[in-house]
């Protein structure tokens, strides 16, 4: 019997601790689009690896009542995530671009985008740092799905891209 009084709060524990790895959704929260990362770039070294290692996803959110966007870069493995409000937007409709130089590299060729402008205010949970980042998303329509690239150039100014695949449906231009 004192086996499983020190087991089960040791798997309460165990489990609690898992969950906090995931994105710290709060009750009053509703996940919108989740873009799983697939080819990543930080100041333009491949940081891929570490990324899917990390499990590493973007996710765009709102909050009950307040009509706004949130964006979290989320690391389960690492369990840290960077997190707050979007603001400032705009957006633009692309119907058949022809191919756009994006950071010199070819990112699509002849597919239907949407172009969206963010400032972010964010919060490391990692460091504690606070700070604001300029934010583009590239919905890339395509079609096996919705691709994307989102890049956030922090004040440091060390260019963050990301690429993938979108999970949900989801127009940011309702945020403008």
Sequence with gaps: MKNI???LPLALVSILSFSQSEFRQIENQKVIAKFSITDAKIDNVDMTSTLTKADAYTVFYTKENDGRIYLANVWPKNNSQSFGPMYGGNHSYLELHPKMDFNSEEIYENHMANFFYFN??????????????????????KPKGVAYVVKIIPEDS??????????????????D
């Excluded at 740092?129 to 919905?139: H, N, Y």
């Design 120 to 141: 972010w205010k964010y919060t490391n949970d990692y460091n504690d740092k606070t700070g604001i980042a300029r934010v583009q998303i590239i919905k890339i329509y």
């Design 5 to 7: 009084q020190f087991i």
């Design 158 to 175: 060390k260019e963050i891209i990301y690429k993938g695949y979108m999970e949900g449906r989801f127009d940011f231009s309702k945020y």
